[in-house]
């Protein structure tokens, strides 16, 4: 049987590789000509596969792995020296490529087996059950399908009921690190042999990436190998999982991983599974290394938002990616491509994001999308700097994360928008201490450019959010400002446009 392992399939522990007997590995690059994609991201993928294939062929697989720029150009030179042959794949998330890879192979006389993707916790099956008894009103909720998938599992449960008496611990965890607090050391990694040639690769063939390409000596965070991602994982497990929990949200000037796991792009690739994954994680807390709090905040992000998010895409696709219930429309700010701003929270995030290819949830959520969204950003282009931008994005998880979430584009998932004033990010950082505009400030000079939008943002968009769930409380301000405050508002909001179209914020 010839398996066909997709890049983002990286993995030995499940689907049908273990009962291969050849593999077919392709490495298409023209998919990275489509957009800017991250030089960390390209790296990144490239160098996990290589490391792949000669990992299967050092354990005796036979595997052929061909380098070209489409996969129709590598299918016509596979069927060319095996013709007929029967394919096997693990379904990709992403919507619509199962049937493409499959309408590829039979053009070419082959035939292609489509079967469950086992790099998921859950199955279609299982969510399309539960959805069928829980949607309301076609908005899925995420904590009622959480404390589903806990039930199932047995995931933290003790005899039918929660670990410790609560589903969630978010209580505890809204703090922000004291002054004196020493985040722990990232994980880098050496980069060898494979991972410096696919560097230069990358260098050479990709020359107008969006990003910052590590020098060929310097460790990078991001896993390559099965080997690195189990020593990640049992880094996060030593290191910073005890703090997960509490400072989840924070968001700290310099300091861009604080307590996270920075397992996405190694879970999104294969390297691990989000099963094993989250056994480790409660194992730490059963041998008491790790408090139930962090505990619990993280699984939710692994079996809750993850393969919630995995999930409402495949079910919502191909209006997802098109939603827009808001009608916003304009163009992202030159500051997500240059990170120059005077917006001490946004220039930090979009920095980080170039560097690395990475920003933590609340930077991706309440800075960067919120930001957007205030501003009246097309979420379909926003969909598209998220997806080249970062090392974990693939279209399955970024989708539902920026169209769904992040702008409020449709209610499919969450019934208000994730939409702050500079408040938030004030409580949440220490970023506006050290920013030239005042974050007390709505209106007027230097106020900060989230308060004007924010209020500006409730109005615009009334008659859509005034009825929508839980921004009672948000529209009992709206309704208590006078007409000079609005007059003030519209001012501040309108410039802060201006200065943001022209890249000066
Ligand atoms: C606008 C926006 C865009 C995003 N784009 C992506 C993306 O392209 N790829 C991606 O993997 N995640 C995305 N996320 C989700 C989340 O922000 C990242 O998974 C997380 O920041 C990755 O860093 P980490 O591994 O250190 O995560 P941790 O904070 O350590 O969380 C643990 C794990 O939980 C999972 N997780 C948590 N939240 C989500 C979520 N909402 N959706 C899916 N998985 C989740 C990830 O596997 C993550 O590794 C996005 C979120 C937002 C708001
Ligand atoms: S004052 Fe406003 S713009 Fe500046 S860091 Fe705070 S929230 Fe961001």
Do not use: E, K, P, R
């Given at each position: 049987m010839t398996v066909w392992v997709l890049?983002?399939?990286?993995?030995?522990?499940?689907?049908p590789i273990e009962h291969a007997d050849h593999v077919l590995m392709i490495e298409a690059?023209?998919?990275?000509?489509r957009h800017r994609y991250h030089p960390q991201k390209l790296l990144t993928v490239f160098a996990a596969m290589r490391s792949f294939r000669d990992r299967l062929r050092e354990s005796d697989y036979e595997v052929t792995y061909l380098r070209a720029e489409t996969f129709g150009a590598a299918l016509d030179r596979y069927f060319e020296a095996s013709p007929g042959d029967d394919l096997v794949i693990m379904e990709p998330p992403s919507h619509g490529a199962g049937d493409r890879l499959e309408a590829m192979v039979e053009a070419r006389g082959g035939t292609l087996t489509r079967v469950e993707n086992e790099l998921f916790l859950t199955t279609p099956a299982e969510f399309d059950a539960w959805a069928g008894k829980h949607t309301d009103d076609r908005t899925y909720r995420q904590e009622n399908w959480y404390r589903h998938v806990r039930r199932e599992t047995?995931?933290?449960?003790?005899d039918g009921e929660p670990i410790g008496g609560e589903w969630n611990y978010d209580d505890e965890n809204r703090e922000t690190p004291p002054k004196d607090w020493e985040p722990p050391a990232v994980l880098r990694f050496e980069q060898d042999e494979t991972t410096r040639e696919v560097r230069s690769f990358v260098a050479d063939r990709y020359p107008d990436a969006w990003g910052r390409l590590p020098d060929p000596d310097e460790p990078i965070p991001w896993p390559v190998t099965r080997e690195q991602a189990l020593e990640a994982l049992e880094w996060f497990i030593d290191t910073r999982l005890g703090e997960f929990g509490p400072y989840q949200d924070a968001m700290v000037t310099d300091e861009w991983a604080l307590s996270h796991s920075l397992l996405s792009s190694a879970i999104n690739l294969g390297l691990l599974t989000p099963m094993e994954v989250v056994d480790r994680v409660e194992a730490a807390y059963h041998t008491g290394d790790a408090p139930l709090n962090s505990v619990e905040g993280f699984i939710r992000q692994v079996i809750g938002w993850r393969e919630f998010m995995r999930h409402v895409y495949r079910r919502s696709m191909p209006e997802l990616a098109a939603a827009n219930q808001l009608e916003q429309s304009r163009e992202l700010p030159p500051a997500y491509w240059t990170g120059e701003t005077d917006m001490q929270c946004l220039s930090e995030a979009v920095g980080g994001v170039y560097d690395r290819g990475y920003a933590h949830h609340i930077e991706r959520l309440m800075v960067l999308s919120n930001f957007a969204l205030l501003y009246g950003v097309d979420p379909a282009e926003l969909n598209e700097w998220f997806h080249l931008g970062f090392?974990?994005?693939?279209h399955w998880v970024t989708t539902p994360n920026v169209i769904g979430m992040g702008s409020f584009a449709t209610d499919v998932l969450s019934s208000k928008p994730y939409a702050s004033s500079g408040n938030y990010i004030n409580r949440m950082s220490d970023h506006c201490k050290s920013c030239p505009y005042a974050v007390s400030k709505t209106t007027g000079e230097n106020a900060c450019p989230f308060n004007a939008l924010y209020w500006d943002f409730l109005k615009e968009n009334e008659a859509t959010l005034r009825g929508t769930g839980r921004m009672g409380l948000m529209y009992s301000h709206v309704d208590n400002k006078s007409d000079e405050e609005w007059d003030a508002i519209r001012d501040r909001a309108d410039w802060v446009r201006q200065l943001t179209v022209r890249g000066e914020l």
């Open positions: 890049g983002d399939q990286l993995s030995t522990n499940c689907g690059h023209a998919f990275g000509d047995g995931i933290l449960m003790d090392v974990d994005a693939y």
